[in-house]
């Protein structure tokens, strides 16, 4: 039997506490609110998608400039 793994697992767990904090950053510049009680049951798809889709932008970025700077381009 395959043991199940869930998709939303983090590679570095330490890092969860700046990825939450870079959500609430995001959904800021966006004028989204953030429920203070953690449920995104009453989100709009494109609220949470737009905060998703910024925060996955900026990550990448983030991996880009780091490989520039590893390989010297």
Do not use: C, H, W
């Not at 966006?30 to 990550?59: F, N, V």
Request: proline share 3%; no cysteine.
């Amino acid at each position: 039997m395959v043991a199940s793994r869930s998709r939303n697992s983090l590679v570095v767990p330490r890092s969860a506490q700046a990825l939450e904090q870079l959500k609430f950053e995001v959904a800021q510049e966006l004028g989204i609110q953030i429920p203070a009680d953690g449920y995104y049951g009453q989100m709009l798809t494109r609220e949470t998608g737009s905060i998703g889709g910024q925060i996955t932008r900026r990550l990448v970025q983030m991996a880009e400039q780091q490989l520039v700077g590893r390989s010297g381009y």
